[in-house]
């Protein structure tokens, strides 16, 4: 059978339809995929039903996986898939703008998402390109922010060890942090991006803190374009995947107290890089 991906928006975005989840990924599709991953950052497969096992072995065909998460619960007998689980008594912390995992040296590649159970309305993903959000900057803009670089660290994840002094301290050892620059360019592509993520970007290096805050604010305010950006609604058995080098993405909350599920495998490392 074969692929094919319908665009969902000029900037980001495409539906790729042909592929057989129930066989092995062959070696064909494998290319026509990774084409389209680079080609529209975020794709889509509908309906697909993928067990668990079959989510693992489809990520691994794509690169290293990452290491289990340190704070998020994984599916039972597979450490490496992650569970995004929330209802009224656990509400999401994934309700703004972001790219995954940033403060780690080596920023993962991309990421992968089954829908296992969405509220019958609202829990919509939306993703952002950091390409487009990079093209509509001025000239002198870009030369400016290309001489500097951010500091990343673990963000908004500071709440789940802002107990004590030393549990914040086990917190930094933990999770790391990293410096990046604010322009940078995609490893396969060569494409040049807005490397910016509000969630983990706490600081501008050489920089005041207070100018450093001020960039930042106008940073996430221009990255904020709906023109960047698309909208998926989720369907039960859904799947995703996105280049996690150059997109954010928002998990919308508006569905509380309904209960949503979501698996999710990080790829650490693209294999061909």
């Known amino acids: 059978m074969t692929i094919s991906v319908e665009k969902i928006t000029p900037a980001?975005?495409?539906?790729?339809?042909?592929?057989?989840?129930?066989?092995?990924?062959?070696?064909?599709?494998?290319?026509?995929?990774?084409?389209?991953?680079?080609?529209?950052?975020?794709?889509?497969?509908?309906?697909?039903?993928?067990?668990?096992?079959?989510?693992?072995?489809?990520?691994?065909?794509?690169?290293?996986?990452?290491?289990?998460?340190?704070?998020?619960?994984?599916?039972?007998?597979?450490?490496?898939?992650?569970?995004?689980?929330?209802?009224?008594?656990?509400?999401?912390?994934?309700?703004?703008?972001?790219?995954?995992?940033?403060?780690?040296?080596?920023?993962?590649?991309?990421?992968?998402?089954?829908?296992?159970?969405?509220?019958?309305?609202?829990?919509?993903?939306?993703?952002?390109?950091n390409y487009a959000a990079y093209d509509r900057l001025t000239a002198g803009i870009k030369a400016h922010l290309s001489e500097l670089n951010a500091i990343h660290d673990f963000g908004d994840f500071r709440n789940s060890y802002a107990e004590s002094t030393e549990k914040i301290k086990e917190g930094f050892a933990k999770m790391g942090v990293s410096i990046k620059p604010l322009i940078d360019a995609h490893p396969v592509t060569d494409r040049k991006f807005l490397n910016f993520n509000e969630a983990f970007a706490t600081h501008i290096d050489g920089m005041t803190t207070t100018d450093a805050n001020a960039l930042k604010v106008w940073i996430a305010g221009h990255m904020n374009a709906p023109e960047d950006q698309m909208r998926w609604r989720w369907q039960a058995g859904d799947m995703a995947m996105w280049d996690n080098r150059v997109t954010q993405h928002y998990a919308v909350g508006d569905y509380l107290p309904a209960y949503r599920c979501m698996n999710r495998v990080t790829v650490v490392r693209d294999g061909r890089a």
Request: no cysteine.
């Open 12 to 129: 980001i975005g495409g539906i790729v339809s042909g592929v057989d989840f129930s066989a092995p990924l062959t070696a064909v599709n494998h290319d026509a995929i990774y084409q389209a991953l680079l080609d529209h950052l975020v794709i889509f497969f509908r309906g697909v039903e993928i067990s668990p096992a079959a989510h693992l072995d489809f990520a691994k065909a794509f690169g290293e996986l990452d290491a289990p998460h340190p704070l998020y619960p994984h599916v039972e007998g597979h450490d490496r898939i992650m569970v995004l689980e929330n209802d009224a008594d656990r509400p999401p912390d994934t309700d703004s703008w972001h790219t995954d995992l940033t403060y780690k040296v080596e920023q993962p590649f991309a990421s992968i998402l089954v829908a296992r159970h969405v509220p019958e309305t609202g829990g919509d993903t939306l993703w952002s390109s």
